[in-house]
């Protein structure tokens, strides 16, 4: 899945990756998160356009969205199915441009995270899907969210899924949204190959949404990695019926 990613290419070089009109300057962001702003590009009469829009996807006939599921990512599998993305995948395919992202790895009794970037450098664009929802009021929402695949067995090591990274000679194709048809479009949804992209451990502190630095993608070692967990606190012992209780959760109110 994709549940935090990195913008860090200067404003101008994603212009020129993307070719959109606008002319953005944002700082580089190293922990964006659900329900935050992301960049976007999307076709709109004839010529890509820059957007900021929601991150978590809100379906056009959704009337409350405090009760809604925060839909961050659409699987490539069942995205011309799901009623929450059947209508955009023929209609409102973008691309966010991003420069990395990161995944939790099951260590023990911890998560381990992982910086995974591509490993030629350069900004990439994750297939995606955009939704403007309306509220009653006559209030507008841009919304979206990123497409994953099953991952290649390289880097089904970290997660089993992965974003959908479209290549730039195929973003004409992929925002092209005339014919009002996914059907010639849908190969290319696909994982990564193996090879292209890199990992590395990177500290907790990513965990935290609050931090946003250029530290959060530094690689660790493991001799730091060992001393980070040595110095965690202890942790205290749940009561026997709290314990039984935490058994019983399947973990789908977690981003990770």
């Keep these: 899945?994709?549940?935090?990613?990195?913008?860090?290419?200067?404003?101008?070089?994603?212009?020129?990756?993307?070719?959109?009109?606008?002319?953005?300057?944002?700082?580089?962001?190293?922990?964006?998160?659900?329900?935050?702003?992301?960049?976007?590009?999307?076709?709109?009469?004839?010529?890509?356009?820059?957007?900021?829009?929601?991150?978590?996807?809100?379906?056009?006939?959704v009337k409350d969205p405090r009760q809604f599921t925060l839909l961050i990512n659409a699987r490539a599998e069942t995205v011309q199915e799901k009623p929450s993305f059947k209508n955009a995948i023929r209609r409102r395919r973008c691309l966010v441009p991003a420069d990395g992202y990161y995944e939790w790895q099951n260590s023990g009794e911890r998560k381990q995270p992982y910086f995974i970037h591509p490993r030629v450098g350069g900004p990439i664009g994750f297939a995606a899907l955009a939704e403007t929802w309306m509220g009653p009021n006559g209030e507008e929402l841009d919304t979206v969210a990123i497409i994953t695949a099953a991952a290649s067995t390289g880097m089904s090591v970290l997660h089993h899924r992965v974003p959908v990274t479209i290549a730039p000679g195929d973003?004409?194709?992929?925002?092209?949204?005339?014919?009002?048809?996914?059907?010639?479009?849908?190969?290319?949804?696909?994982?990564?190959?193996?090879?292209?992209?890199?990992?590395?451990?990177?500290?907790?502190?990513?965990?935290?949404?609050?931090?946003?630095?250029?530290?959060?993608?530094?690689?660790?070692?493991?001799?730091?990695?060992?001393?980070?967990?040595?110095?965690?606190?202890?942790?205290?012992?749940?009561?026997?019926?709290?314990?039984?209780?935490?058994?019983?959760?399947?973990?789908?109110?977690?981003?990770?």
């Excluded at 549940?3 to 290419?9: A, L, M």
């Excluded at 946003?212 to 606190?233: F, N, R, S, V, Y």
């Design 171 to 256: 973003f004409a194709h992929w925002l092209d949204c005339s014919a009002d048809n996914a059907s010639d479009v849908m190969t290319l949804l696909a994982a990564p190959r193996d090879g292209a992209f890199a990992w590395h451990p990177v500290s907790t502190e990513v965990n935290k949404v609050a931090n946003d630095d250029a530290q959060l993608i530094l690689p660790m070692t493991e001799a730091e990695i060992a001393a980070a967990e040595e110095a965690k606190p202890t942790k205290k012992v749940a009561p026997r019926k709290i314990a039984a209780a935490v058994l019983g959760d399947d973990g789908q109110g977690s981003l990770f």
């Design 1 to 61: 899945m994709c549940g935090r990613f990195v913008v860090t290419s200067a404003p101008e070089a994603l212009r020129q990756v993307f070719g959109y009109t606008e002319q953005p300057n944002f700082p580089a962001r190293y922990n964006v998160a659900p329900t935050q702003p992301v960049p976007v590009v999307i076709v709109e009469n004839g010529a890509r356009h820059f957007r900021l829009m929601r991150w978590g996807l809100l379906p056009s006939w």
